[in-house]
T-cell receptor, first 115, second 113 residues
Framework: KAGVTQTPRYLIKTRGQQVTLSCSPISGHRSVSWYQQTPGQGLQFLFEYFSETQRNKGNFPGRFSGRQFSNSRSEMNVSTLELGDSALYLC??????????????FGPGTRLTVL | KNQVEQSPQSLIILEGKNCTLQCNYTVSPFSNLRWYKQDTGRGPVSLTIMTFSENTKSNGRYTATLDADTKQSSLHITASQLSDSASYICVVSSMEYGNKLVFGAGTILRVKS
């Protein structure tokens, strides 16, 4: 079966711009979680969506937002980009909630560079 | 405060040797613990998931152990291969806030020939 897909894979933006990242989960999976990964910080949890509802949110400013559609596809938006937003953004899908014993499958990530 | 700490931060071993990575956590109430392997530039891949009642779980050459009393877990890699070079991340799920995941910083393993 197809894995988790993320688009685009690479993105270059300038400070102040906004960006939208997309994630398509594995068919039948209802949970999509988003993470930011930087060399010095490791994986940082952004938010989790389950059946179109935000279930959990990490400690990120309001510039980071997301949503999930009825087909479980999810988008993440970052407004007013800052240099520190440069990172690998990963999404992961799970059949049940991300914290359950269901296996979590990660996508390849979107590499965002903010100049 | 819910935390997951991993040691060592990095490790270099010779191909064919065994190694053990450690994970200590203070997450409570505990739901489950998982280990992920992340190759450079790629998304993490789940290796094992263990609940409170499980104390050992294997996935090929990877064996994870869990001591819920001392809140410690280890990942043992047997007969290491060059392809085992990666970051290994310990993640604990808390029953609070809808089973929120708490991530460790990872151990970077390098296997050399």
């Amino acid at each position: 079966k197809a894995g988790v897909t993320q688009t685009p894979r690479y993105l270059i933006k300038t400070r102040g711009q906004q960006v939208t990242l997309s994630c398509s989960p594995i068919s039948g999976h209802r949970s999509v979680s988003w993470y930011q990964q930087t060399p010095g910080q490791g994986l940082q949890f952004l938010f989790e969506y389950f059946s179109e509802t935000q279930r959990n949110k990490g400690n990120f400013p309001g510039r980071f937002s997301g949503r999930q559609f009825s087909n479980s596809r999810s988008e993440m938006n970052v407004s007013t980009l800052e240099l520190g937003d440069s990172a690998l953004y990963l999404c992961a899908s799970t059949r049940g909630l991300a914290g359950s014993t269901d296996t979590q499958y990660f996508g390849p990530g979107t590499r965002l560079t903010v100049l | 405060k819910n935390q997951v700490e991993q040691s060592p931060q990095s490790l270099i071993i010779l191909e064919g040797k065994n190694c053990t990575l450690q994970c200590n956590y203070t997450v409570s109430p505990f739901s489950n613990l998982r280990w992920y392997k992340q190759d450079t530039g790629r998304g993490p891949v789940s290796l094992t998931i263990m609940t409170f009642s499980e104390n050992t779980k294997s996935n090929g050459r990877y064996t994870a152990t869990l001591d819920a009393d001392t809140k410690q877990s280890s990942l043992h890699i047997t007969a290491s291969q060059l392809s085992d070079s990666a970051s290994y991340i310990c993640v604990v799920s808390s029953m609070e806030y809808g089973n929120k995941l708490v991530f460790g910083a990872g151990t970077i393993l390098r296997v050399k020939s």
